[in-house]
C-alpha cells in the first residue's frame, strides 16, 4: 500500500524534468527606472550670482567678495559660498584662520557670511535643501576654483572674467555649457582699449552659442597697486580713495553689483554706497596727482 507521499515521488521520479541541469539559466528582464536627470533648467533657492572661469588669477575671489560687501553695504545678508580655497576669500575679508569655520562679517547694514563646501554640497545649498542651516540670506555669492565650471549651474548670474589669453578656447568652453537660463557678464580684467574689448566680447558671444542673455561690463577693470594692496591686507577695496584707476576698478564692480541688485530686488535700483572715509577729504589739484 502506498501513501501519497510515496506515490508524489514515483511520479517526479519518472515524469519528464520541466528544468533539466543542462537547461540555459532563464533571464530576467531588465526593469526600467527613471535615470537621474540633469536639470538644466533649475533655479537656485535664492538669487545667486556665480564668479567663474576656468583660469586662475584672473581675479575671482578679489570679484566675488567685494560683490559680496557691496550688497551687505547695501543692506543685503549675503551668503558668500566658497568653493575653491578658503583661506584666501577669507583673508580677503580681514577673517583670521583662528575664527570660526562660518565666519561672519558686517559691512555696512548688512553681513557677509563665509561658508566653505565643494561639489554636491555646495548643490544643496544652492538647489536642494537651501542654506538655512547657515542661517537667512538675501542672495548667495559663489567664488569658484578654476576650471570647477562654475559656467554649468543653472538659474544664475555668472560673471566670467577674463584676461584676453584663455578668449579662445576655455573660456568658450565654460560658455558653452552654460545653460540657457543663466545669464552672463563678460569682465575684462587689466585695462585694454575699450574698442578692442567690445570686438572681443562680440567674438566670445558668437563662439559661445549662448540662447540666453551675454553682456559685458563694457570698461575694462584697471590693474592697480592700491587695490592689489589693500587685498594683500585684507582690507576692503570699497575704503579705498576713490580716484584715478582705482574709482574706475570700483565702478566697474559697482555695474557688476548693480546687474546683481536687479535680479534680487527687480525694480529698485542699488541704494548708493556712502562716500568711503578715505575720500571724505579731497584737495582738486592736490589729491588728483597723488
Ligand atoms: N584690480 C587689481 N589690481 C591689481 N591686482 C589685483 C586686482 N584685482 C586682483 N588683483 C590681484 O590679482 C591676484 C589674483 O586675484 P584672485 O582674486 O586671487 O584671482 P583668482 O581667484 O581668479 O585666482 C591677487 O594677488 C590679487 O591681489
Ligand atoms: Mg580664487
Redesign the pocket.
Known amino acids: 500500500m502506498s501513501t501519497t507521499h510515496d506515490r508524489t515521488m514515483t511520479r517526479g521520479a519518472s515524469a519528464p524534468s520541466p528544468r533539466s541541469p543542462s537547461a540555459p539559466p532563464r533571464a530576467v528582464p531588465t526593469l526600467a527606472v527613471q535615470a537621474e536627470v540633469a536639470h538644466d533648467t533649475a533655479v537656485p533657492r535664492l538669487p545667486t550670482v556665480v564668479v567663474s572661469?576656468w583660469k586662475?588669477?584672473?581675479?575671482?575671489?578679489?570679484?566675488s567678495a567685494s560683490l559680496a560687501e557691496r550688497l551687505s553695504f547695501a543692506g543685503l545678508d549675503v551668503l558668500y559660498l566658497v568653493t575653491?580655497d578658503q583661506l584666501?576669500a577669507r583673508r580677503r575679508l580681514g577673517i583670521s584662520e583662528s575664527d570660526p569655520d562660518v565666519a561672519r562679517v558686517q559691512r555696512g547694514s548688512g553681513t557677509v557670511t563665509v561658508v566653505g563646501l565643494a561639489g554636491a554640497h555646495a548643490v544643496d545649498v544652492l538647489y536642494r535643501g537651501g542654506p538655512g542651516r547657515f542661517g537667512r540670506f538675501d542672495a548667495i555669492v559663489v567664488?569658484t576654483p578654476?576650471v570647477k565650471k562654475g559656467g554649468c549651474l543653472p538659474g544664475v548670474l555668472l560673471l566670467a572674467?577674463t584676461d584676453g589669453d584663455d578668449a579662445s578656447a576655455n573660456l568658450i568652453r565654460m560658455l558653452r555649457a552654460t545653460p540657457a537660463n543663466t545669464d552672463i557678464v563678460l569682465v575684462r580684467i587689466d585695462a585694454v582699449p575699450k574698442r578692442e574689448w567690445a570686438q572681443d566680447a562680440a567674438v566670445i558671444h558668437d563662439a559661445s552659442n549662448h540662447t540666453g542673455t551675454l553682456s559685458y561690463l563694457s570698461d575694462p577693470?584697471?590693474?592697480?597697486?592700491e587695490?592689489?594692496e589693500a587685498?594683500?591686507r585684507g582690507q576692503s577695496v570699497w575704503t579705498l580713495a576713490r580716484r584715478g584707476p582705482t574709482r574706475e576698478?570700483l565702478q566697474g564692480l559697482e555695474s557688476l553689483a548693480g546687474v546683481a541688485w536687479e535680479r534680487i530686488r527687480p525694480g529698485t535700483t542699488l541704494p548708493a554706497l556712502a562716500v568711503a572715509a578715505a575720500s571724505t577729504v579731497h584737495i582738486r589739484g592736490w589729491d588728483d596727482d597723488a
Not at 586662475?56 to 570679484?63: E, N, S
Open positions: 572661469s586662475g588669477g584672473v581675479w575671482k575671489t578679489c570679484l575653491d584666501d567664488d578654476p572674467p577693470l584697471p590693474r592697480t597697486a587695490v592689489r587685498l594683500n576698478f
